[in-house]
C-alpha cells in the first residue's frame, strides 16, 4: 500500500514539474496582458489630452514641425533611441525589449488637411495656411491626430514592460500620408526608400473611423484598401466657329464617348465575381465660349482595383478604348495614369496567428470583418516591404447612425475620444503578442 501511495506521490510531482514548464510563460504572459490593460487605461486621460492638443494645431503634410518636436521628445523622455527628421518631417523611435527577440513596427501617421472645421468643440482648429496657391482652413479632419496620442500612449505602456520585452518595437510616426501634390512621393513610400524597415519583421497599423461604433475593430485578411492610380486624358481636335461644326473635329463630344466607354471597362471587361473596380471621370475642362468649339478637352480621374493583374488589365482596356474612340472621330488621345497607392494587403497569415490577439482585446462580438474598401492607404508601401496587418478602430458614439455620421475629409468630421483606449492596447497586445510568438 505505501509502495503505491510512494508511486502515486511521485508521478503527482513529475507532473507538476513539467506542467511548469507551460504554465509559468502562460501565466507571465497573462501578467504582462494584465499589466499594459492597467498602464493603457491610466494613460487614456493622457491620450485625450495630446489628441485635443494636436488638433487645436494641426499640420498639413510635410510641415508637421511641431508634432514631430512633441513626438521626439516624449519619445527621449522615455529612454527610446529617437532619430528625426525621417522623410521630411518624419520620428522614429525604437525600444529595445530586455531579451533577444524580432523586431516588430508600429505606425501612426501626423498630417492633417486643408479642411475649415465646424465642430463646435473648446479645442476647435481655427489654423489656416496656404495650399495649392489659396489661403485654406486647416483640421484633423481624418483622425491623424488620435493616431499619433495612441501610439504615444503605446510606447508609453510598452516602455513600462520593457524589460520583458522579447525583441524591439519601432515606432514610425510618419509625415505625408495624404499626399503632396507638388511632389512624387508620399510619406509612407519616402520612409520605406529612406530604409526604416529594413530590419524589420512586421508593421502594424489602425485606422480611426468616425462610421465605426467605439468599442470595434473592423479587419480584413488579404486585399483590404484598393490601389489608386490618378488618371489624365488629353483630347485633341481641331477647334472651329460653333456654328460650323461640320469644319471641327469636336473635342467635347469624343470626351463625352469616351466618358461612357470607359465605363464599360468595369461593366464588361473586369470580372466583377471576383474583386470590383472603379475607373470615375472627376473633371472635364474644355473650351471658353458658348459658339467656339474648342481645339482640345482634358480629363482627370481616378482609378481603383484590387490587384496587380487587376490593375494592369483596366490601364490597357484605358489605353485601348480611349485611342479606338479618338481615331473613330479623327482626334487624339493622349493617357497619362500616375500610379499612387498600392493595395493595402493584410498578410493572410500574419493576420491569422494575430486574430486571436484582436478578440481578446475587443471582446465578444466586437471584432468585424469588413468588405473592401474603394480608398486607399500608404501604409501599403510597408506592406510591400513586409508583412503587415491595418485595422479600423471605432471612432463612432455608440449610439450613432454609421448613416449620417459625418465621413472623413468632411467639415464636420468628429469622433468620440472614449474608443482611443481600445487602440492603445490593441497595438500594445499586437506588438507583445508578435514578439512573444513571432511568425
Known amino acids: 500500500m505505501r509502495t503505491s501511495i510512494y508511486r502515486f506521490t511521485f508521478l503527482l510531482q513529475v507532473l507538476l514539474l513539467a506542467s511548469a514548464d507551460w504554465v509559468r510563460p502562460a501565466l507571465a504572459q497573462q501578467a504582462l496582458g494584465t499589466a499594459i490593460d492597467q498602464k493603457a487605461e491610466a494613460l ?98 481624418c483622425g491623424h491626430d488620435s493616431h499619433v496620442a495612441i501610439l504615444m500612449g503605446v510606447a508609453e505602456t510598452l516602455a513600462s514592460i520593457r524589460n520583458e520585452l522579447p525583441g524591439t518595437v519601432k515606432f514610425i510616426f510618419q509625415p505625408a500620408e495624404e499626399g503632396m501634390d507638388d511632389l512624387d512621393t508620399w510619406g ?3 520612409m520605406v526608400e529612406e530604409g526604416v524597415m529594413e530590419d524589420v519583421d512586421a508593421i502594424f497599423g489602425l485606422h480611426i473611423n468616425s462610421q465605426t461604433p467605439v468599442g470595434t475593430i473592423k479587419y480584413r485578411s488579404g486585399p483590404a484598401m484598393a490601389a489608386v492610380d490618378n488618371l489624365e486624358i488629353q483630347v485633341i481636335g481641331k477647334q472651329a466657329h ?16 469616351l466618358v461612357v466607354g470607359l465605363q464599360t471597362i468595369v461593366s464588361r471587361s473586369v470580372n466583377v465575381t471576383e474583386i470590383p473596380a472603379i475607373v470615375t471621370i472627376g473633371s472635364i475642362h474644355g473650351g471658353v465660349r458658348h459658339n467656339i468649339i474648342p481645339e482640345e478637352v482634358a480629363m482627370i ?17 484605358i489605353f485601348e478604348i480611349a485611342a479606338g474612340i479618338a481615331q473613330s472621330a479623327g482626334a487624339q488621345a493622349k493617357v497619362n495614369i500616375r500610379k499612387m497607392y498600392p493595395v493595402t494587403y493584410n498578410d493572410p497569415s500574419l493576420t491569422a496567428k494575430m486574430l486571436p490577439t484582436l478578440e481578446r482585446v475587443t471582446g465578444s462580438g466586437r471584432l468585424v470583418e469588413h468588405e473592401l474598401i474603394t480608398g486607399a492607404e500608404d501604409f501599403s508601401f510597408y506592406q510591400q516591404a513586409k508583412p503587415g496587418l491595418f485595422v479600423f478602430l471605432g471612432g ?42 513571432g511568425i
Open 44 to 141: 487614456e486621460a493622457q491620450v485625450i489630452a495630446w489628441r485635443r492638443d494636436f488638433h487645436q494645431h494641426p499640420e498639413l503634410g510635410n510641415q508637421e514641425l511641431r508634432t514631430a518636436s512633441i513626438v521626439a521628445g516624449h519619445l527621449r523622455a522615455l529612454g527610446f533611441e529617437v532619430t528625426e527628421q525621417v522623410a521630411v518631417t518624419g520620428v522614429v523611435g525604437v525600444l529595445k525589449g530586455g531579451k533577444p527577440g524580432p523586431t516588430v513596427a508600429l505606425r501612426a501617421d501626423m498630417d492633417a488637411l486643408p479642411v475649415t472645421e465646424r465642430v463646435d468643440v473648446p479645442f476647435k482648429s481655427t489654423k489656416t495656411a496656404s495650399y495649392n496657391g489659396q489661403e485654406v482652413g486647416v483640421s484633423h479632419a
Open 188 to 190: 509612407a513610400k519616402q
Open 242 to 257: 460653333g456654328a460650323y461644326p461640320w469644319s471641327s473635329v469636336d473635342p467635347i463630344v469624343t470626351a463625352s464617348q
Open 301 to 317: 480621374g481616378t482609378i481603383r482595383t484590387y490587384s496587380a493583374a487587376q490593375q494592369e488589365l483596366v490601364h490597357r482596356r
Open 396 to 437: 463612432m458614439p455608440a449610439d450613432g447612425d454609421p448613416l449620417k455620421a459625418p465621413a472623413h475629409h468632411t467639415p464636420d468630421f468628429y469622433l468620440d475620444e472614449s474608443g482611443f483606449v481600445l487602440g492603445v492596447k490593441a497595438l500594445s497586445h499586437l506588438a507583445l503578442d508578435y514578439l512573444q510568438g
